[in-house]
C-alpha cells in the first residue's frame, strides 16, 4: 500500500470528550478554505457497513461481550480502509480520520483487557498495513473528557463503562504518547501528544502548529489561508 499512497492520513485521538470532532472539523474548515482537497471520516462508521455497526455498538440497550466488541471495531474499519481511506489516499487526498486503532489499544486492551497479541493480529486483517501519516493525540483527564460529553448529549454504552475504565483508557493514551511505546508499534506511525485541556481556539493553533511543520505541502496553503 505504502508504495501507492499519495495523500495524507491524519488522525485525532484521545478520551471522550477531548474535542476531536471539534479539531477536526476546525481543520477541515482550514483546509477547504485553502483548496485543499481532504475528505473526513469517523470510526467507527464511514460505510454502510460500519454506520449499522456504530449503531450496535453505542447503543445503551445492547450487551456486547469485550471479544465481540473489538471484532465488531475491526469489521468497520476493515471496511472503511478498503473502501474509503485506501482509495482516497492513493488519489492524493487528504484524510481526517476522528479515531483509528490507538482507540482499540485504548479501550479494547487496557480498558476491556483483552490480550495484546490477539488486538494486535486482528488489527493488522483490518488496516491491511495502513499506518497514519500522522496522529494528533489531545490529551485531557477522562473526569473532564466525561463532563464535556456528559453536558453535550446522553451517554452512549462504552460512555457508560464506568470511571476506573476511562481512567485505564486514559493512562493507556499517556504511554502511547512515549518515545519507548511508539519504538515498539511500529503500526501506529508517528503520534504527537497535545494539550487539550485549553480553549478550542488554543487547541487549534496546537493542531495547525503541528501539521504545518510535519507536512512542507501544506505549510503555504494553510499559512495563506490561517
Ligand atoms: N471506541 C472503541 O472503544 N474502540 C475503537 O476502536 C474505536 C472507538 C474506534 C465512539 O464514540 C466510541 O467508541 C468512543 C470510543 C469507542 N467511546 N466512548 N466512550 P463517539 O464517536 O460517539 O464518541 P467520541 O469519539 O468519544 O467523541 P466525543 O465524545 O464526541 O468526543 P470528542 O470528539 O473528543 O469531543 P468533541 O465532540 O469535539 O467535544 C465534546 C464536547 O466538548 C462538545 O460539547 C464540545 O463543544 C466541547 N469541547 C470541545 N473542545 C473543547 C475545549 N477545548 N474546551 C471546552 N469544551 C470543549
Known sequence: MSDKKRGR???????EGAGKSTQLERLGGHLARA????????????T????????LLLDP????SARAEALLFMASRA?????????ALESGTIVLLDRFFLSTYAYQIAGRGLAESDVRSANTMATDGLVPD???????SADVGLERAERRSATDRIERSGREFHVRVEEAFAEFSTREWQGMHEECGPIVALDASGAPEAVEALVLDVVTSRFRELRTALGAAA
Open 9 to 15: 492520513l491524519i488522525v485525532f485521538e484521545g478520551v
Open 48 to 55: 454502510a457497513l460500519g454506520d449499522s455497526i456504530r449503531q
Open 61 to 64: 440497550l445492547s450487551t456486547v
Open 134 to 140: 500522522l496522529t494528533l493525540l489531545l490529551t485531557l
Open 35 to 46: 483548496g485543499v482537497s481532504h475528505r473526513e471520516f469517523r470510526e467507527p462508521g464511514g
Open 79 to 87: 471496511e472503511l480502509v478498503s473502501r474509503e481511506l485506501r482509495p
